[in-house]
């Protein structure tokens, strides 16, 4: 679980590199940030691009620290291409989820790779539900599932009351994203891991119900 493949390892540079990058270049950060105006004017590689970028060096470090823990995992599982297309796919997601809830509001920016990170950590969950995590405040370490729930509904919470200068939607999208590109990739976890399946699709049911009730 705490091995380094090279495929994390470039993972890890692209986002220091650009992050660093932003934090001594503000017109670099201004252009290639997730902004809604900029995206509908034209500008999509805002929805991939802002995924690398990071408003300070412990937002980079906390993403990284995150995915340098669980993306073993799904390397182990599948290998290190589907790895960097679990993590892609779930950057674009929650990038999409974000345009889908703030698209009426032009000023809206985000950054950072969490959505991208929440996938590989739904997938990591997922392919190995009996994993189990500390946390601060709790002595015992929980089961990994309890906390991608608790974590999810928590970013879904954020999204309704806006709380911090956070992207809680990228969060849900973007374990919106590793969650069907796994069951994709490995669909024999609809049979082996049913219960698993449903329980960490309660979220992104949740969310679009209250969207569907406008409760969001």
């Known amino acids: 679980m ?4 090279i495929a994390t390892i470039v993972i890890i540079a692209a986002n220091a590199i650009a992050s660093l990058k932003g934090f001594n270049d503000i017109s670099f950060f201004e252009r290639y940030k997730f902004n809604i105006g900029a995206i509908k004017g ?3 590689d805002r929805m991939l691009t802002s995924g690398f970028l990071h408003v300070d060096l412990s937002h980079l470090l906390m993403n990284m620290f995150t995915l340098y823990f669980f993306a073993d995992v799904v390397i182990t599982w599948f290998g290190p291409v589907e790895f960097v297309g679990i993590y892609f796919i779930s950057l674009i997601g929650g990038s999409l989820l974000a345009l889908f809830f703030h698209k ?4 809206y920016s985000a950054v ?3 959505g991208a990170v929440t996938g590989i950590l739904y997938a990591a969950i997922l392919l190995q539900p009996d994993m189990r995590l500390g946390i601060m405040f709790i002595p015992i370490p929980l089961p990994a599932y309890v906390l991608g729930i608790g974590y999810l509904l928590y970013s879904i919470y954020g999204m309704k009351k806006r709380l911090g200068n956070i992207g809680h939607t990228a969060h849900v999208g973007g374990a919106m994203g590793g969650y069907v590109t796994t069951l994709l990739l490995k669909p024999d976890l609809l049979v082996t891991d049913t219960l698993m399946v449903i329980l960490l699709a309660i979220p992104i049911v949740i969310l ?3 969207e569907k009730m406008g409760k969001i």
């Open 2 to 5: 705490y091995n380094l493949h």
């Open 42 to 44: 034209g500008q999509k």
């Open 104 to 107: 009426d509001e032009p000023y």
């Open 112 to 114: 950072g790779a969490s």
């Open 208 to 210: 679009f119900v209250m």
